[in-house]
């Protein structure tokens, strides 16, 4: 059995290189940005008004001052002469500001008589906002990053149409499992719904892949073979069930005859140890979660969430963790790293539910966090410092 971070490592280290796509802005959010970006040109392009108002010369602008209007300058439309001595330009937000122009008063401390204007006793000069002072051009936006609506906003500011960004991993969900139904079927008197697939599902669509869950397949090696085979065609297979040394746990007898190289099977951790994880001679790479529900999830969130984040041209790293105080002292830690459903409190102390059985997915859904108690770890008591996983 390989540590928890050795699986991690060993994951990481099977991974291909990042696949990239060109895709429209409007279809970018939530994708993974994979090259620096840099802005095509200065933003503003031009000096401009950041009020409705008057351009002014600067040295005009004194209280009281009387101006001359020769003309407008308006978004989109700017005022194509120079402003002279005593002149002043009707300018509006965003227009530019006109040649000879250094400044702007707005609209509320000037009074319009005629063809001039009058600055009030109390007119200040300025709103100017200068070229550049947003970015300027070549300036370059870092990446890899998953892209955010406001990245998106500034990306389309620098005038990109469209952004290179890293594939969605392919990723098909496979139920093992002669008692398995799918929600909505009627199951028989010893059947169950197969849960798991669709909460994989949801994982890896939140992470940034493209699932798709194939039929449940029987506790049979030919169908388990055949099932492998139609998903051709994925990057990732994730199997669950039969990863075990029960007389129908026939995933890595299966993937070995079909000529998977595995890289380990078996994880020191709770739940979760019959994990496995190889590659198909095709390149497809296969992780095989266990079946009971919470260590399929467990595992999920500890090694298939950073393997697509990596997959995704993202920093390969795990899980984020954070510390926590113990509310519940704990009894001594077994053999394999331990990863006890939690719920942290608003004081910051994380108290461990009473019951950890990994079947128990009604106790998963109320977790807000993973406990995590290191192989080997003395007993614990309230108020030590734990480091816990949000899920
Ligand atoms: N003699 C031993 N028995 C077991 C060991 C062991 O080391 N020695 N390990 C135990 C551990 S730990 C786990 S975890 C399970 C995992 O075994 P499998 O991966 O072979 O899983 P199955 O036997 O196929 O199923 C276990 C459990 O989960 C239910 N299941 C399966 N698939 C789904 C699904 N898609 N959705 C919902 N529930 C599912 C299945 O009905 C079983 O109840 O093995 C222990 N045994
Ligand atoms: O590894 Mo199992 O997941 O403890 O139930």
Known sequence: MISVAEALEQLFALLGPVREETVPLEAAVGRVLLRPVPALRDQPPFDSSAMDGWAVRRADAAPGARLRIVGESAAGKGFAGRLAEGQTVRILTGAPLPEGADAVVIQEEVIRDGDHVRLSPDAVAGHVRLRGGDFTAGMTFSAPRRLRPVEIALLAAFGHPALSVARRPEVAILSTGDELVMPGEMPGPDQIFAANAFGLHALLTEAGAAPRILPVVPDDREALTYAL???????????????????????????????????????????GKPLLAGRFPDGRLLLSLPGNPVSAMVCAIVFLRPMILAMLGLPPQPAPRQTAVLGAALPAG??????????????????????????????????????????????????????????
């Open 334 to 391: 077994g053999p394999r790293e331990h990863y006890l459903r939690a719920r942290l409190g608003p004081d910051g102390r994380v108290i461990p539910f009473p019951r950890q059985d990994s079947s128990l997915l009604s106790v998963l859904a109320e977790a807000d966090c993973l406990l995590l108690q290191p192989a080997g770890s003395p007993p614990l008591s309230e108020g030590a410092r734990v480091e816990i996983l949000p899920i």
């Open 229 to 271: 085979s139609l998903a051709e065609g994925a990057d990732l297979v994730v199997t669950i069930g039969g990863a075990s040394v029960g007389d129908h746990d026939l995933v890595a007898p299966v993937a070995q005859a079909a000529g998977a190289e595995l890289s380990f099977h078996k994880v020191a951790m709770r739940p």
